[in-house]
């Protein structure tokens, strides 16, 4: 089943020189379990393209689906519900509110929603991850990579049928960032989850099944990893 699609989506963004031409004219389609990694300079798009996905911005022209769902056809309410249901973002600097311990910031979005939380998958995602003696720790007494892992249970624990991560590993060492990136791929792998992964790590991006690489706002290359 495909999960995500764009068609012909471009973005142009006014700056007071002028326009910068972000993506002109993306075709991509993502099938349900894949990991996709997306590759390309700084500058090439990237996040552009990552934040449409997730519906963070809007297209200037051209479309989104998700899950068959028309995400401009949404208005800001709707488009918010479908985000918290059905995609998971991890950004690089973690975005973790630093007054909640692990726990609370791991079940914020769900409690957000008004859903109970599902302790048993909690803990499950949380013993995957390797947080369950961190629970009720803070996230400033945390290791970046431990601080990252808290961002990827947080963003799992809605069970969303997407994951955006714009540059997760970033900000960590690479040891650290290809546990991370592991831990990642097999607890997204037992739940069906697809991954869509920004990175500039040639290592990280070798453990997508597929590599779409960007450049100057347009698809370059996309390819299945053997
Ligand atoms: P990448 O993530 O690949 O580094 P981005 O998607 O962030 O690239 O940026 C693509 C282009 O769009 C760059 O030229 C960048 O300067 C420009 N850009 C990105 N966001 C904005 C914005 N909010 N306003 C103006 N220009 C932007
Ligand atoms: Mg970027």
Request: negative net charge; aromatic residues 6%.
């Amino acid at each position: 089943m495909e999960v995500l699609k764009t068609v012909n989506l471009k973005k142009t963004y006014q700056v007071s020189s002028g326009e910068v031409q972000a993506l002109r004219g993306v075709n991509i389609s993502i099938m349900e379990g894949e990991f996709v990694a997306i590759v390309g300079s700084s500058g090439s798009g990237k996040t552009t393209l990552l934040n449409m996905l997730g519906g963070l911005d809007k297209p200037s022209e051209g479309s989104v689906y998700v899950r068959g769902e028309r995400l401009e056809n949404m208005d800001s309410e709707e488009l918010t519900i479908f985000r918290r249901r059905n995609i998971g973002f991890v950004f690089q600097n973690y975005n973790l509110l630093p007054i909640l311990n692990v726990y609370e910031n791991i079940t914020l979005p769900i409690r957000l929603d008004g859903m109970g939380v599902d302790e048993g998958f909690l803990k499950h995602i949380t013993g995957r991850l390797k947080l369950s003696e961190k629970l009720y720790h803070m996230p400033e007494t945390l290791s970046g990579g431990q601080q990252q892992r808290v961002a990827i249970a947080r963003a799992l624990s809605a069970k969303p049928a997407v994951l955006l991560c714009d540059e997760p590993t970033g900000n960590l060492d690479s040891v650290t960032g290809m546990e991370v990136v592991g831990l990642l791929k097999s607890s997204a792998y037992e739940f069906q989850q697809t991954i869509v992964i920004v990175t500039h790590n040639e290592e990280i991006a070798q453990m997508a099944d597929r590599i779409i690489r960007i450049e100057d706002g347009k698809v370059k290359g996309d390819a299945y990893e053997e």
